[in-house]
């Protein structure tokens, strides 16, 4: 774990440094900018120093927890990541809920009926959601709710947020999560529902579900005891590499809807160079991935007994 | 209770156990985390059992025919035979190139055309509306035979062959467009044929880039292990375990803005073959790892066959039907990895045309509800997505030695 | 004692491929006595595993039982409702297994899947159940049943999976046990074993035994009578002893002859079966 930790930095560290010229030189220039600030850096991050040596000075701020600070939004790094974070978990939490608890059981059904017309339809919907480009669904989604005004145009709070009672604000929360968690979600459902599909078909062609009905177990025992309680667990190694795919989609959507999360932070970095704040999102990023496959490795542990953590 | 002097069956049952505990087969080894994770990371859909039986050498018509029976998978290779044509010929398809600006036709909608029975366009004229938009209407004096393989602005096809022919256009000074104008007066239709050049291109280039790595240096980290596979393996679980986004985005933010189009071109491609050749590395070397074993490549070894030959006619052949699925499916994820950062404007550039950076004119919303075809791209990327994720179904299925 | 325990007649079982229909058991009649071994022998592609699995009903799509009739204690399987046919599987008839390595769920331990069949067919739960679990292992000779209840398949041998499956199959003292190929994929001295195993419950619960197997050695040590089947069809149908002494059917002499004998001379090429009726 601390050597893949490592690793991430070095590869952000050598990446920052593939970025042309010195961009304190550019913040010099920026008259808004004090002059002590400039300095500070210059010696904080030892930017007069040769490469490595930056590296290392570079690493032990990120353990004081001093991630740089950001040009464009004139805040420390950790301080807008941490805020940004949160809404970037908010709305991959809620994805995950909601697209999982409907691909679940429609995978089971598809498996089950096999060949069957809602089977069809829900390959159709599969392919459909893992084709669409996530922006383009968000822009689709954006322009209908102009059009129809039941919802909000993106955003994560209304203008009069602040004047709502703690209900209110839960609610208002909710209503902004509806469409970026639809946009999301759908390209999630449909690739965990065509596994969930394919891994229940192959499970139930295995002997032990025979050797279950040789007992006289219920069909519907077999099929959700022995069979879907199987067919999970590739679901959940995966779990991880969705988790990945679900924050570079987020990023994506969070821009063209304006949801407040790290996504949108990141991009708004690299348009605007704002180098320290791109690598501290990025390295963000890789450290929710990390957590997200050892939270599957874990959960995979618990309910495979034929696996041992390592 | 057995006596100390007379043991029964049992125990003398229990001692052989003991001591000769390789007549009873041992239980499975356990496998760690790290093993079924990265098995299963990237054999989405694949059938576990499919996976294992490397054995089965399935014979190419068979698999052929296979396919052919899948309509749907037959239909998509189709569409992408005549999407990649439309592409290659795109120069000549295309009226008009695609950064002739011309600000006096900014927006202007798609043509109609008129069969009288042969197709007509009319010249149109310009107003602005109350609302400050320009409204176009046509003007029916001025009426323009659609005409076949025109000569119309020159251009080089495939940079090799100067010519001007096009396959239609209209005789005047004003323009046919198709499918409309962008902001810049910019003939849609001739842009989107352009793009997909780009679009297009990008996927096939960049997974063949993929594939030859990741198979080398899968192959040869499998293949020798020891510290190599160590070394190879770690590099890509670092690469894995960024967000390949984040990492596409990092890089691209480190592009310096002073590459011309076509360096940015490259660029991309590079970048996007990168980051997928390391989950592919992982796979073809766990595959390659349990080839190793077989019995035919150790004949090959005692026969004194050198070892780069038993790589090469031994242990990649047996990753191709792997190799050619997985590399239809990843296809897809090229081309949207390129639309998403042209549309975020850090890939393709103006005036070069992507399908990604021509839908980033549809982010102002007021204006895309009056210009509903600054959509197409999407859907075009949509359709391009959708058949080659069909044919890679298709290609499994068929691929695959379980199924009927 | 007169009813023969369970008695096929004229049993049919087709399967619908892309090559068109093809009966696996064709017109099968033959009856098992109470407390009596039967011995099903024949090639793979035979139909014995078939005709097993439709007295089971669990013949799987896209086959079916097309025609003839299945007596199990004065019932016929071949039209029992669904809810019957669960009430006899695991409890009045059990069966066993080729794969001892798969048949098992490599989620659950080896007590829940013993369990299972107990706590369904007698209604038993809790610590009561798994007490009857602990004596179900004990019972087919598993060492340290007390700790192995709680076992996962993967952690026991297949000799031992292949006793728990025994276990499961017998946990509600059933009157027939058909065991399919039940040591074709285990070491020859496992296989001993499990064959003795089988014949001391067989014995000790006078328990009726339809055992599926190719290999005739099998046959001689554990059965009484012996039916023969080709390609769907039974071709003889003898006691062990008759069988050995005076195989009449061609495909009988020549699996007769196949086995290879202690006397025959050095360097002679090993006898197969060459008979063939196309």
């Known amino acids: 774990m601390i050597p893949l930790v490592l690793g991430i930095t070095l590869v952000s560290f050598f990446i920052m440094h593939l970025a042309p010229g010195d961009f304190l030189t550019q913040m010099q220039l920026n008259p808004n900018v004090k002059p002590g600030t400039v300095e500070r850096l210059r010696r904080d991050f030892g930017l007069n120093r040769p490469a490595y040596i930056q590296y290392l000075y570079w690493l032990r701020n990120i353990f004081e927890g001093n991630f740089g600070y950001s040009f464009s939004y004139k805040q420390p790094v950790f301080h807008l990541i941490s805020q940004f974070l949160l809404a970037t978990l908010l709305l991959a939490v809620t994805t995950l809920v909601f697209s999982w608890a409907i691909s679940v059981p429609m995978g089971v ?95 139930m062609n295995e002997n032990f579900i025979v050797a279950a009905r040789a007992r006289g177990l219920k069909e519907s025992v077999v099929v959700w005891r022995h069979g879907v309680r199987n067919a999970m667990n590739p679901l959940i190694t ?28 990141l991009l708004s970095a690299v348009l605007s160079h704002d180098l320290y704040l791109v690598m501290g999102s990025f390295i963000m990023g890789a450290v929710l991935l990390i957590l997200g496959n050892l939270v599957a ?14 | 209770m057995p006596s100390n002097d007379s043991p029964d069956n049992e125990q003398i049952k229990e001692q052989t156990d003991r001591i000769v505990p390789s007549l009873a087969e041992s239980p499975e080894p356990m496998r760690s985390t790290q093993d079924t994770r990265a098995e299963r990371q990237m054999l989405t859909g694949l059938s576990a059992k499919a996976a294992k039986s490397l054995s089965s050498k399935t014979p190419t018509q068979l698999a052929w025919r296979k396919l052919r029976k899948n309509r749907l998978a037959v239909l998509s290779l189709a569409i992408l035979i005549v999407m990649y044509l439309t592409a290659f ?31 007509i366009v009319y010249d149109q004229t310009s107003h602005f509306d109350q609302y400050h938009f320009m409204i176009y209407t046509d003007d029916r004096s001025k009426p323009h035979r659609l005409l076949f393989f025109v000569h119309g602005t020159p251009y080089k096809f495939l940079d090799l062959f100067p010519t001007d022919l096009h396959l239609f256009g209209i005789a005047g000074n ?11 007066g910019r003939d849609y239709f001739s842009r989107i044929l352009y793009a997909s050049q780009i679009s297009l291109s990008v996927g096939l280039i960049g997974i063949s880039l993929t594939l030859i790595f990741g198979l080398l240096v899968g192959g040869i980290s499998g293949y020798y292990g020891g510290w190599i596979d160590d070394l190879i393996m770690r590099l890509c679980e670092v690469i894995m375990s960024v967000p390949d986004f984040y990492l596409l985005l990092a890089l691209a933010a480190a592009l310096p803005p002073t590459l011309n189009p076509l360096e940015v071109y490259i660029l991309i491609i590079a970048m996007l073959s990168l980051i997928g050749f390391a989950g592919m590395a992982r796979i073809i070397r766990g595959m390659v790892l349990s080839v190793r074993e077989r019995e035919y490549v150790e004949a090959a070894r005692a026969l004194g066959v050198s070892n780069f030959k038993i790589i090469t006619r031994h242990i990649i052949p047996s990753t191709y039907t792997f190799s050619i699925v997985t590399a239809t499916l990843a296809i897809p994820g090229f081309i949207l990895a390129e639309a998403s950062l042209s549309f975020l404007g850090l890939g393709i550039r103006d005036p070069m045309a992507s399908w990604g950076n021509m839908l980033s004119a549809a982010e102002d919303l007021s204006s895309l509800e009056q210009h509903t075809w600054l959509l197409i791209p999407g859907f075009l990327i949509f359709i391009t997505t959708l058949t080659f994720n069909f044919l890679g179904d298709g290609l499994r299925d068929a691929l695959d030695p379980k199924s009927r | 004692m007169d009813e023969p325990l369970l008695s096929v007649k004229n049993l049919v079982t087709q399967f619908a491929t892309d090559d068109g229909l093809v009966k696996a058991v064709d017109d099968v009649s033959f009856a098992i006595n109470e407390g009596e071994s039967l011995g099903v022998v024949g090639e793979s592609g035979s139909g014995k595993s078939v005709t097993a699995l439709s007295i089971m009903r669990l013949v799987a799509k896209p086959g079916r039982i097309v025609s003839g009739s299945i007596s199990f204690s004065g019932q016929d399987l ?3 409702s669904d809810k019957k046919m669960r009430d006899l599987r695991g409890n ?109 419950l067989q014995r000790s619960r006078s328990m009726a035994l339809m055992l599926i197997t190719h290999n005739l050695g099998i046959v001689a040590e554990v059965c009484d009578r012996v039916i023969v089947m080709y390609k769907g069809k039974i071709v003889e149908a003898k006691s062990v002893d008759e069988l050995f002494k005076n195989p009449e059917h061609p495909y009988t002499r020549s699996l007769l002859n196949s086995i290879p004998r202690l006397d025959s001379p050095l360097k002679t090429p090993l006898p197969t079966v060459d008979w063939d009726d196309s």
Request: hydrophobic share 45%; proline share 6%; aromatic share 8%.
């Open chain 2, 89 to 119: 010929f795109g120069q000549f398809i295309a009226p008009y190139d695609y950064t002739s600006q011309d600000i006096t036709s900014s927006f202007r909608a798609p043509v109609t055309i008129h069969w009288t029975p042969w197709p």
């Open chain 1, 109 to 203: 059904y598809a498996a089950r009926h096999q060949n069957g017309f809602i089977d069809r339809l829900m390959s159709i919907i599969a392919f459909s959601g893992i084709s669409l480009p996530g922006f383009f669904v968000a822009l689709l989604a954006m322009l209908w709710a102009q059009k129809t005004g039941w919802l909000p145009i993106g955003g994560m709070e209304s203008p009069n947020y602040d004047a709502l009672s703690p209900v209110g604000k839960v609610l208002d929360i909710a209503e902004h999560l509806v469409l970026p968690t639809f946009v999301l979600g759908t390209r999630e459902l449909a690739g965990t529902m065509r596994q969930m599909r394919g891994n229940l078909l192959d499970v």
């Open chain 1, 297 to 310: 490795d874990i959960l995979l542990a618990v309910t495979d007994p034929r696996i041992k953590l390592n």
């Open chain 3, 92 to 200: 009045d008839i059990g069966m066993i297994f080729q794969e001892p390595m798969t048949s098992l769920d490599p989620l659950y331990t080896v007590g829940y899947q013993i369990r299972e069949a107990v706590e369904l067919h007698q209604g038993l739960h809790g610590d009561v159940a798994r007490i009857a679990a602990i004596k179900a292992l004990s019972d087919v000779g598993i060492p340290n049943p007390g700790e192995r209840v709680d076992s996962y398949p993967h952690q026991l041998s297949g000799g031992m999976r292949q006793r728990v499956m025994i276990a499961i199959a017998l946990s509600c003292n059933p009157r027939l046990l058909i065991a399919d190929e039940p040591t074709t994929a285990l070491d020859v001295t496992i296989q001993a074993r499990i064959l003795d195993l089988l014949i001391s």
């Open chain 1, 238 to 265: 995966l779990f991880g590499f969705d988790l990945s795919g679900l924050l570079a989609g987020a990023a994506l959507v969070e821009y063209v809807m304006n949801w407040p999360g790290l996504g949108r932070l």
């Open chain 3, 78 to 80: 071949a039209k029992a």
């Open chain 2, 174 to 184: 004003d323009k046919v467009y198709l499918l409309g104008t962008d902001q810049f």
